[in-house]
């Protein structure tokens, strides 16, 4: 399967600033990548898809200006949390798919104090 | 988009038993129904799945069923084990790749 990666695993940040998560596939070109935010003990919520070359497909209920997504190559696609709060502190993941099966990224934790 | 329901929320099994975790899904274009195994603060782990033109697939103690008229699918675990105890995700994908999850199980195998 395709070997995902993501950076940072950790980050703190202050509430305010933004914060940039990236996600790379490694071994494998992907058109699309996907984003999730999962809470402590809940499942994991699809936030978007992300469309290499053209804008990010947003799921109800999640802020495009809030979580901006580019996916400007075949190997990468970032997230961008602006003017991070407290209540965004979460686990975000990046997927790679590859006919129906998906490969996820080790997760990014981030902390808004 | 898609909904999935998982239940129970939490089960416990004593060792040896069997554990069974059911779903539901609403989008009947979904076509692909994954299995996924989480320990806490790391990715989901696939551990099983099965595709929308069978109706029953089995990997050792791990077995998974899908019913498409009533669109609904279960996991089941046989002969349970303490190292099965994690949380345990259903999940349901459309022709488009995206992926929606169920709530979550949380499976605790008592030694």
């Known amino acids: 399967g395709a070997v995902v990666s993501q950076h940072p695993s950790w980050v703190i940040c202050k509430s305010g600033t933004s914060v940039k998560i990236e996600c790379r596939s490694l071994d494998f070109q992907a058109t699309t990548m996907f984003w999730y935010r999962q809470f402590p003990k809940q499942s994991l919520m699809l936030m978007a898809t992300?469309?290499?070359?053209?804008?990010?497909?947003?799921e109800q209920g999640v802020e495009k200006d809030k979580f901006l997504i580019n996916h400007a190559s075949l190997t990468l696609s970032t997230l961008t949390v602006t003017s991070a709060h407290p209540e965004d502190s979460s686990f975000y993941i990046c997927?790679?798919?590859?006919?129906?099966?998906?490969?996820f990224g080790p997760g990014t934790r981030l902390t808004v104090l | 988009g898609e909904n999935v329901e998982q239940h129970p929320s939490t089960l416990s099994v004593q060792e040896g038993d069997s554990a069974v975790i059911k779903c539901t899904y609403s989008d009947s274009a979904s076509n692909y129904f994954p299995w996924y195994k989480q320990e806490l603060g790391k990715r989901p782990q696939l551990i099983i799945d099965i595709r929308s033109n069978v109706g029953e697939k089995k990997d050792q103690r791990i077995a998974v069923t899908l019913n498409k008229t009533a669109k609904h699918f279960s996991l089941h675990i046989t002969e349970t084990q303490p190292e099965d105890s994690a949380v345990y995700f259903c999940?349901?994908?459309?022709?488009?790749?995206?992926?929606?999850f169920g709530t979550g199980t949380s499976l605790t195998v008592i030694p």
């Open positions: 997927s790679v798919g590859s006919y129906n099966e998906q490969f």
């Open positions: 999940a349901a994908s459309t022709p488009g790749n995206q992926f929606y």
């Open positions: 992300s469309n290499e070359g053209s804008k990010a497909t947003y």
